[in-house]
């Protein structure tokens, strides 16, 4: 099924309890509508990560929808999901920066990185599905997300919030707030909400207090937006490439192995349908994409939680809705006052938003241990994967790389730190003795979660259990931009 959807009764009720396949649609103006819920919901952090990594946000929004229109294909409709941009890579890429890297160095390390994640979705659908808990079991995927995530703090309190620190701290405040009062779609939202109320209130302390601090200039410059075109293509940037930085950037990889893993597992719940045959597509669309976006300046892709929620929330799963919001998005790219207006936020509201969102990140490591009982009395786990963390935390922001291998090629942060928690798990387990292996046995995800086809788990949780654990075969639902963004 490519674009012929059937059409779902009348196309305008649903049943209590009934839910609209993937390969079924409402009327038109109601698919419409839906595809305009999905983008919404993957807006915010669509354009907030790439403002994070330096891309360019008008043309990462743009290469969404054509990624979103390009997964959909290649999975042959079976798998909805919408592909936006992703916040795994952003601590490689801080790295990749910190260490001299520009545009076009980041656009190379991460387009190799597409490459290899497709190599890996290939694998999985020659081999099949059990190979990821083989090779990434829960306690080295939980470790790597855990220190992408923490390896970004200096950013978030270094770079961003000093540039205004009560805008920052009022930021943050209205983020936290926001997703324990608001219900529903709007608490999933909670971030965008955030970077809505810290422009506006950055915008009323520049006319009501004068500029920020000594520095003498306003929190919100909106002569870029005055000057930029409403309708034109945004710019595009070649790629670079490097073995340093692509080394740099490459352990996001492993996160997104587990997030689409998991997403596909989440989706598989909610449409009742065996779905395992189509990670390694799932896998391997999404490392297509990323290498499509990043060919031309865009940023890296990846299937969204947020959006899963709508699924849940409406119970239409249908593809169509899919295709109209990639089509928004690809005209919203189109926009570049729009992607101006974007590149115009304060440093301090992303300041509130980043230690928020980074801490969240990091901390989806530690929930995919406890969703599968990962046991740290166990040196197995515990040894390689401490090591791994320290170094990885340790060794951010601006410090010196820990490993200067050659002149030209040093290892340090993110990287060494993967190395570290991946090579050293499988090589404590090999060397360990029996007992020690055997306890391993006993790790897994719990078993309680049950399908959410046609069941919406409460307003305050879009996703349902299934959505939520996601994770067959020790796969896991995850990590960045999808559990902590809009």
């Known amino acids: 099924m490519a674009f012929g959807w059937k059409l779902y009764g009348d196309g305008k009720t649903l049943p209590l309890g009934e839910a609209v396949a993937p390969d079924e649609r409402l009327t038109w103006p109601r698919t419409v509508g839906i595809g305009a819920q999905h983008v919404v919901a993957m807006f915010g952090a669509t354009f907030v990560f790439p403002l994070l990594m330096g891309l360019d946000p008008n043309l990462a929004i743009m290469m969404s929808g054509v990624a979103t229109i390009l997964f959909l294909l290649v999975v042959q409709g079976k798998v909805p999901s919408y592909l936006g941009s992703s916040a795994s890579f952003v601590g490689g890429v801080v790295a990749v920066r910190a260490a001299g890297g520009s545009d076009a160095d980041v656009l190379g390390a991460l387009l190799v990185s597409g490459v290899v994640l497709a190599l890996v979705g290939l694998v999985i659908h020659l081999a099949g599905v059990r190979v990821i808990n083989q090779v990434l079991p829960p306690a080295v995927t939980g470790a790597v997300v855990l220190l992408i995530g923490f390896n970004l703090a200096p950013v978030a309190t270094s770079t961003y919030w000093p540039q205004d620190q009560w805008v920052a701290l009022a930021t943050m405040a209205f983020v936290v707030v926001a997703s324990l009062l608001l219900r529903g779609f709007l608490a999933r939202i909670s971030i965008l909400l955030g970077l809505v109320f810290g422009y506006l209130l950055s915008i009323l302390l520049d006319w009501a207090a004068g500029p920020v601090g000594s520095t003498g200039e306003d929190r919100v410059d909106f002569t870029a937006v005055g000057d930029a075109r409403w309708f034109g293509l945004p710019e595009f940037t070649t790629p670079s490439f490097s073995l340093n930085f692509s080394l740099l950037v490459l352990p996001a990889v492993i996160a997104l192995v587990a997030e689409n893993a998991g997403h596909v597992k989440a989706v598989a719940e909610m449409t009742r349908r065996d779905l395992d045959p189509m990670i390694g597509r799932a896998v391997a669309a999404d490392g297509l994409t990323t290498v499509l976006a990043t060919s031309i300046g865009g940023s890296p ?43 115009a936020i304060p440093g301090g509201v992303l300041g509130g938003i980043t230690v928020v969102l980074y801490g969240m990140i990091g901390l989806l490591g530690a929930k995919i241990w406890k969703e599968n009982r990962v046991d740290f009395a166990n040196p197995i786990n515990l040894v390689p994967l401490a ?32 190395i570290v928690a991946v090579g050293g798990w499988h090589l404590a387990r090999a060397l360990a003795p029996a007992e020690m292996k055997a306890s391993l046995t006993h790790e897994g995800p719990h078993p309680a979660a049950g399908s959410t086809f046609g069941h919406v788990h409460g307003a305050e949780d879009g996703l349902g259990d299934g959505a939520e654990d996601g994770a067959g075969d020790g796969a896991t639902a995850t990590t960045a931009a999808d559990r902590a963004t809009p």
């Open 301 to 343: 892709t990846t299937t969204y939680a947020e959006n899963i929620g709508v699924m849940a929330a409406t119970r239409v799963y249908s593809t169509a809705a899919y295709y109209v919001a990639a089509i928004v998005a690809i005209v919203l790219g189109l926009v570049p006052k729009f992607g101006a207006l974007i590149n």
């Open 387 to 418: 090591a791994g963390i320290v170094i990885a935390i340790g060794n951010s922001g601006d410090a010196a790389p820990l490993l200067q291998i050659t002149d030209d090629f040093s290892l340090g942060g993110i990287a060494l730190g993967t």
